[in-house]
């Protein structure tokens, strides 16, 4: 069973760019799609990137595309977001989701992931 371990989440300035990473206190990331989602008080949790359990597949909102970037790195056991040219509205506790079925497509509704993690907070002053 996948246990998500977000970290990475701080306090940034519009602008700045911020490294998001996710990595499993139980199975092993790597036979795993793996999605990031974001929650802004008052809102829905929304999808955000996924990636294959490859790597060779990624997905993004439209919110987030040419800024955000999805990688894995299976030596490590981590699955990154890089998040370019923030900005406040990305501001938001990110979480990290894994299905419960390994070697799947990348997935990008909330429903379709069974471990999530505890979330990273992120947040952009302008």
């Known amino acids: 069973q996948v246990h998500p371990v977000e970290s990475g989440g701080m306090l940034v300035q519009a602008g700045d760019s911020l490294r998001l990473s996710c990595t499993s206190s139980?199975?092993?990331?790597?036979?795993?799609?793996m999605g990031w989602f974001r929650q802004a008080p008052g809102k829905e949790r929304e999808f955000v990137a996924a990636?294959?359990?490859?790597?060779?597949?990624?997905y993004y909102s439209d919110s987030v595309k040419g800024r955000f970037t999805a990688s894995r790195d299976i030596t490590k056991n981590t699955v990154s977001l890089q998040m370019n040219s923030l900005k406040p509205e990305d501001t938001a506790v990110y979480y990290c989701?894994?299905?419960?079925?390994?070697?799947?497509?990348?997935?990008?509704?909330?429903?379709?992931?069974?471990?999530w993690g505890q979330g990273t907070q992120v947040t952009v002053s302008s």
């Open positions: 989701a894994a299905p419960s079925t390994a070697w799947g497509t990348a997935r990008t509704h909330t429903y379709e992931y069974d471990y």
């Open positions: 139980g199975t092993t990331l790597t036979s795993y799609a």
């Open positions: 990636i294959s359990w490859s790597g060779a597949t990624t």
